[in-house]
């Protein structure tokens, strides 16, 4: 392969683990943007889209094996549910209560919920790598040089589709305009009787679905996946909404991509090792620097 | 508190607190002679070196109100800082002491100088990347700090005259020393905090507006408090570097610097006695709960919860509650009355 | 003059907070600054307060006129202009011994190493320190507090502790942004003797105050501000009789019964 080759393979590379960073990303902006808080256990919740999406599979029919287009929808979905509402739950147990506390005591309880899901994680399916079974196998389209296998068409298609019908849902829906009126001005969006607190609720519903569903694709790309995992794929997911300006919809998803695709040119001409420390390095100069991202807090006019 | 803890907080007060402090240090000088069980100390001595760290966590976190995720980095600098000395030019373990502190504080001077213009969450989310890539880097700087398989490192050992004394694996010299340590640290945090630095560092926690209103040079104090809190970190590592005869990655990551975060929201922000019993009592605890090995985890995150919903000033805590903690509502309600106060008469 | 404001202009995005204002205090002068809803008195104080930085203008302080205009907050301060807030700012988790104590922090000079090894200075200092802030404390009629919790304190307390915790950094030019609101009738005559006797030791006072007795009973000199621009400066008597300030006033009070 020439070197121009390898860029544009590195950029689809990139590409697709983006597209999974920005259905996070959508997470933590959503939540932040309506009740600024960095919401720790996102990363948890994400990784644990993947392991019900696993349980799912394994509790499975035989008629519905691999390949079978009806495994696959019902995998997305019940990991999809199940990972809403758990955000929802946790909301509820963890969040609600402090709602009218400081937002460092928000921010703790997060973390010690991030804690607690790792660990329950770990004891339903064990401390080691867990394997996922290969889907689409052997299946890939190449053009000229280059190789997009059927599952990363899969994941870029898919989450695009999710993200359209989030930003339909967003500007369309009188759900979604209350949505943003709250993240604007809450005081203003309960005065206008916004039921404020079913909106955080939204919220966390959908965020955390479609980290779940990010989750799925994630545990399905990677074929193995562990109780950590959540942790790591989090983090550079916030990197990656930060990254877009947090609060910011639009941002999380153009932050996502631009993200994955630093990091796939990264991993393709640094050493892999290290490949870690450039998603920190890029998060702390972004905070210390650009704190409002690429695109700025969203405006709404 | 009911009318009972009260008038039981008023009897204790009638005794000096002198001669309590007095009377508990005696105990633990002498409990190695009523327990002499290896196990025991080994214990003690952990929770020794957690409790100097929370002490120093306590001087950033509880006292200026910088949230620190990565301190185990801090932790990293000075348990490394010796391992390096020791296993590339031979120093050794008390030659070493200024050296580690020196590059632990010099880590957070340096860090601290560019982090400390960010504040609250995002201020936490940094320090937390720089926790990780000092880690990543340990692990991966193979030539320097052995990578992932560490590095051993000489325990410490005494000359005493016509006899050399070597501390080796046995407890009881290092329960003596991290006590005398966790002794220095105590007198060094307590003289901070009632000097015009302590009172500073809370006025910037409070109301960093209103303290740079009085002269106080707001930037200067934040990284003041960082770098005694990195320099304790340091000091901790040291210890932790001696007492272990090892060091290796795992034992500086982001786990630990929870740990260290949920043992001092436990005892209570800014709290001295507190951040030592929540370090005795969190470390403890896992240990007799050693069947429930695996669910350490799910304690420390438990306890950081239970913690924020129904006693966020934590056990010991009450009097010092700092600006990133008070109600968002209040602070909102008071900058708006800065802003619109004037509306609000006539 | 010990302070001298010229042509300090603040703009917030497009909307002009204040335009244009000069003032200037004498030493041991009470000068007073009243003025409608919103016409930028708070904004005028953090500017010279080194809060806010004005986009243009020249701020000058002391004996010798240097210029502080672009100086940060604590600079200000030390050079010797305290302030208080319209919504006391107290230290609510330390004792009203501490908040004072707070107070004096850039008139000490404790190094951290005598901090830890408790030299014979920092005694000495921190002694008078307290005896200081005992002191003030006494002179704002709250030494019988002096060791409960700040946030204990009842608001019109609050403002005095605060009065005090600003004249422990020594100033030669104190601001007051509104220490008589909220207050009952005695309080208010407490508070005008506190500053009449902070004005006797030879400290400016610039103060914004809506009660016109206490503005009228104290100043020497009145600035009336009125959307972001000074409309009128002149003694209490003229102030009062003067048409601008008056439509400026009543003006206000129309508009307020129309809406």
Redesign the interface.
Same mark, same amino acid.
């Given at each position: 392969m020439s070197p121009l080759e390898t860029f544009i393979q590195q950029l689809i590379n990139g590409l697709v683990i983006g597209m999974i960073y920005a259905l996070i990303a959508l997470g933590y902006t959503m939540v932040y943007g309506i009740i600024q808080l960095i919401n720790f256990a996102h990363g948890e919740i994400f990784i644990t889209g993947a392991f019900i999406g696993l349980a799912v599979f394994g509790a499975l029919p035989g008629a519905l094996g691999l390949g079978n287009l009806w495994a696959l929808v019902l995998m997305f979905a019940l990991a999809m549910a199940g990972c809403g509402l758990l955000g929802v739950l946790i909301e509820r147990v963890a969040y609600r209560p402090l709602r009218k506390s400081p937002r460092l005591a928000c921010l703790i309880t997060a973390i010690g919920v991030s804690f607690i899901l790792q660990n329950v994680l770990m004891l339903i399916w064990g401390p080691v790598d867990k394997s996922f079974p290969v889907f689409f196998k052997h299946s890939a389209l190449t053009f000229g040089a280059f190789r997009v296998t059927f599952m990363q068409s899969f994941i870029v298609i898919s989450s695009l589709v999710m993200m359209l019908v989030l930003h339909f849902f967003i500007r369309r829906t009188m759900l979604g305009k209350a949505l943003r009126a709250a993240s604007e001005d809450m005081t203003a969006a309960r005065l206008m009787g916004i039921n404020v607190e079913r909106i955080i609720s939204v919220c966390f519903l959908i965020g955390s679905a479609l980290g779940g569903a990010g989750g799925l694709m994630y545990g399905m790309y990677y074929n193995t996946i562990t109780f950590h995992d959540g942790y790591l794929a989090g983090i550079k997911a916030f990197t990656a909404a930060v990254l877009g300006g947090i609060g910011n919809v639009p941002g999380a998803m153009l932050g996502g991509v631009a993200l994955g695709m630093m990091e796939g040119l990264g991993a393709g001409y640094l050493s892999s090792e290290w490949k870690n420390v450039f998603a920190f390095l890029i998060l702390i100069i972004l905070l210390l620097r650009w704190p409002s991202g690429i695109l700025g807090k969203f405006r709404h006019e | 508190m009911n009318r009972r803890g009260i008038g039981l907080y008023q009897a204790t007060k009638k005794i000096p607190r002198r001669a309590v402090n007095v009377f508990i240090l005696l105990i633990l000088f002498a409990l190695p002679l009523f327990d002499r069980n290896q196990y025991h100390l080994e214990v003690l001595v952990s929770a020794g070196i957690f409790a100097i760290l929370v002490l120093g966590l306590n001087v950033m976190t509880g006292y200026c109100g910088l949230l620190n995720l990565g301190y185990a980095a801090f932790f990293a600098a000075g348990a490394y800082t010796y391992a390096i000395l020791n296993v590339r030019f031979g120093w050794s373990f008390w030659v070493s002491l200024p050296a580690c502190i020196i590059s632990a504080g010099a880590f957070g001077l340096a860090f601290g100088s560019c982090a400390l213009r960010l504040k609250g969450d995002y201020l936490a989310v940094v320090t937390l990347g720089f926790g990780e890539i000092t880690r990543i880097a340990l692990n991966n700087m193979d030539s320097l700090t052995g990578g992932p398989n560490g590095l051993t490192v000489a325990h410490p050992a005494l000359w005493l005259p016509h006899k050399r004394l070597a501390f080796g694996i046995n407890s009881l010299p290092y329960y003596y020393l991290t006590l005398l340590a966790i002794l220095v640290t105590v007198i060094?945090v307590s003289?901070?905090s009632s000097?015009? #630095?302590g009172? /500073?560092w809370?006025?910037i926690k409070?109301?960093e507006? /209103? /303290? /740079?209103?009085?002269?106080?040079?707001?930037g200067k104090l934040k990284l003041?408090a960082f770098c005694i809190g990195s320099a304790l970190a340091g000091f901790a590592g040291w210890l932790f570097a001696g007492k272990q005869g090892f060091v290796s990655p795992e034992s500086f990551d982001f786990i630990t610097s929870i740990m260290l975060t949920a043992m001092l929201v436990f005892g209570g922000m800014g709290s001295i006695p507190g951040a030592i019993v929540a370090a005795l009592a969190l470390t403890i605890i896992p240990e007799v709960l050693r069947p429930l090995q695996q669910y350490r985890m799910f304690f420390f995150g438990t306890v950081m919860i239970v913690m924020m919903l129904f006693r966020p000033q934590g056990l010991f805590g009450g009097?010092?509650? #700092?600006e990133e903690f008070?109600p968002e509502s209040e602070r909102i309600r008071?900058e708006e009355?800065?802003?619109l106060?004037?509306?609000l008469?006539? | 003059m010990i302070l001298e404001v010229k042509n300090i202009s603040k703009h917030f995005g497009g909307i002009s907070a204040l335009n244009n204002i000069s003032i200037a205090v004498a030493k041991a002068e009470i000068v007073g600054l009243i003025g409608?809803?919103?016409?930028g008195?708070?904004t005028f104080f953090n500017c010279i307060?080194? !809060?806010y930085r004005p986009d243009a203008g020249k701020i000058t302080f002391g004996e010798y006129r240097e210029e502080i205009t672009h100086f940060?907050? +604590?600079r200000i301060?030390?050079r010797g202009i305290?302030?208080t807030?319209?919504?006391a700012?107290?230290?609510?988790?330390?004792s009203v011994l501490?908040n004072v104590?707070?107070?004096?922090?850039?008139?000490?000079c404790?190094k951290?190493w005598g901090?830890?090894i408790?030299s014979r200075r !920092?005694l000495e200092e921190?002694e008078a320190?307290r005896r200081r802030s005992e002191e003030l404390l006494r002179f704002v009629k709250l030494n019988s507090r002096a060791s409960s919790?700040a946030s204990s304190l009842p608001f019109g307390l609050q403002r005095r502790l605060e009065i005090a915790?600003?004249l422990?950094?020594e100033p030669r030019l104190l601001l007051m942004d509104?220490p008589a609101?909220g207050m009952n009738a005695g309080e208010k005559q407490e508070l005008l003797e506190i500053i009449r006797k902070i004005c006797a030791q030879g400290i400016s006072i610039l103060i914004i105050e +809506?009660d016109m007795k206490v503005v009228m009973g104290l100043c020497q000199r009145i600035a009336v501000l009125d959307s972001g621009e000074k409309i009128y400066e002149g003694s209490p008597q003229d102030v009062q009789s003067n048409s601008k300030v008056v439509e400026a006033y009543l003006g206000k009070k129309r508009d307020a019964s129309k809406s």
């Open positions: - | 060094i003289r901070l000097s015009r #630095f009172r /500073a809370i006025a409070e109301d507006v /209103a /303290a /740079a209103c009085l002269g106080i040079h707001t003041l009097v010092r509650i #700092f008070r008071q009355d800065e802003a106060g004037e509306d008469r006539q | 409608p809803n919103g016409a008195k708070t307060t080194g !809060i940060a907050a +604590h301060s030390e305290a302030r807030f319209q919504s700012r107290v230290f609510a988790s330390m501490e104590m707070a107070g004096t922090f850039s008139r000490t404790g951290l901090t830890l408790r !920092i921190e320190v919790l915790r600003a422990a950094a509104e609101a +809506h």
